[in-house]
């Protein structure tokens, strides 16, 4: 299924074991070679942690209440995952990211992007152009 990177941002990240409230989604942590969303930093009161990570694999399910994992021991922190702390060091960030074409002009920025949520890999990015520059076009 495709949805908005924008609905992950701020979500409950729910127990199974539990039943409870383990934490609420932060940024994606995204590996820019493959344009694949890895692993959301979390926050929460529960989680000793700081900073904390849930990894994709981790996900049993997408729900309306939030996303559903296995207990707290899914959350990881920043040094239990080496590949997980490669990928944070570079701090790539997709949302604001200025999008240029192929003449080396500037469109716009990145506004959003639509994801297939069966394994978090970008599948488009939604550019919200300039006033001026929307004008011109």
């Not at 495709?2 to 701020?10: E, I, K, P």
């Not at 080396?104 to 920025?109: E, Q, R, T, V």
């Not at 506004?111 to 949520?117: A, H, M, P, R, S």
């Amino acid at each position: 299924m495709l949805m908005l990177g924008s609905r992950f941002y701020q979500r409950p990240v729910m127990s199974l074991q539990t039943g409870g409230r383990l934490a609420t989604t932060g940024l994606p942590v995204i590996d820019p070679g493959a344009l694949k969303i890895v692993a959301f930093q979390v926050e929460g009161p529960l989680l000793t942690e700081r900073p904390a990570f849930l990894r994709i694999q981790e996900i049993r399910e997408i729900a309306p209440m939030g996303m559903i994992v296995d207990s707290a021991d899914d959350i990881v922190g920043l040094e239990d995952v080496i590949a997980l702390k490669k990928l944070y060091d570079i701090e790539f960030e997709l949302l604001d990211m200025p999008v240029i074409d192929e003449h080396k002009k500037k469109i716009g920025k990145v506004e959003d992007y639509t994801l297939e949520t069966g394994g978090f890999v970008i599948q488009q990015i939604r550019v919200k152009r300039g006033m001026l520059q929307g004008l011109n076009d």
